[in-house]
């Protein structure tokens, strides 16, 4: 059955093009495009073999059983779904077009609008996970919609789905996820920062915060990335200011305001200005390790 799948997939970034390669490895059938040139000869054309390098995200969709995406941003999501070129325009009736970026609740909703006037259903699915999990399909899945229609799709990629609710609901439970990340960032960095001014060995205060009560998985697997304060990006600090942005927005449309949020959300905003915007997000220690 997933040999006969054809597939879509718009986006192939570090994440997407390793999800992208996952699918082609269990024998499903790809039609490929990226906002940035990508040719056959390329060394992801490599690896997905036979695949078809559509020259619009229109091309790529007309036919496809399932269209996954997995972009930066609203913007770039919009960039992609709309227009004469646009996703939208070669959905077919009965077609499944799982979207697994995380760019907040309204979006999704008002594609979702639009694959329906087509015949077609929208499954939002915002992953969490960074290029090993996508990898290996360890991914874990935040579902707004019909879970069942995209479970082909989510069944390679990810090694656990929850389901949040109707469409626009998966990337409302992702984006409080990412908020609640971006809050332990900045304290990760911050108090590494002041733990070492107070004499403490970075060794000594890395192995503390990855094996006591509030290590968590994301300290644990940057543990030696900090200690050699190698900051080579597996999820960039300008992405973990767009979903820390995303989580104030959500808050704002809900009638709450969140002071702490906001603050986090600066202090993310100044690793960017400062030069830190393209590197791994915990590089963010740096601004505060450099300080006088």
Not at 105 to 120: C, D, Y
Request: proline fraction near 3%; charged fraction near 20%; aromatic fraction near 6%.
């Amino acid at each position: 059955m997933m040999r006969a799948m054809q597939v879509a997939f718009i986006g192939l970034g570090a994440m997407g093009s390793r999800m992208a390669t996952r699918l082609a490895a269990h024998g499903m059938t790809l039609r490929l495009w990226n906002r940035s040139a990508m040719q056959p000869g390329s060394r992801l054309g490599s690896r997905l073999g036979a695949s078809f390098f559509a020259q619009s995200p229109r091309e790529a969709t007309l036919g496809a059983q399932f269209i996954v995406t997995m972009v930066a941003d609203a913007h770039a999501l919009a960039a992609v779904a709309r227009g004469p070129r646009g996703i939208v325009a070669g959905l077919e009736r009965g077609a499944t077009w799982v979207d697994m970026s995380t760019v907040g609740r309204p979006i999704v909703v008002s594609l979702s609008a639009a694959a329906r006037r087509r015949g077609a259903r929208l499954v939002d699915a915002p992953v969490s996970g960074t290029l090993g999990p996508a990898e290996r399909g360890e991914l874990v899945a935040f579902v707004g919609g019909d879970m069942r229609r995209a479970a082909p799709i989510l069944s390679v990629l990810c090694r656990r789905t929850i389901h949040a609710g109707a469409v626009g609901q998966g990337q409302a439970l992702k984006v409080a996820v990412n908020g609640l990340g971006a809050h332990h960032l900045v304290a990760f960095a911050t108090m590494l920062a002041v733990a070492e001014r107070a004499g403490l060995r970075r060794r000594v205060v890395l192995d503390a915060f990855t094996t006591g009560a509030f290590a968590s998985p994301s300290y644990v697997g940057k543990k030696a990335k900090v200690l050699a304060r190698r900051y080579d990006p597996e999820f960039t600090l300008a992405l973990t200011l767009k979903d820390a942005r995303l989580a104030t927005a959500m808050a704002r449309a809900v009638g709450m305001s969140v002071p702490v949020l906001a603050r986090v959300t600066r202090e993310i905003s100044r690793g960017v200005d400062a030069g830190l915007g393209d590197r791994d997000l915990f590089a963010l220690e740096t601004l505060y390790s450099r300080r006088t």
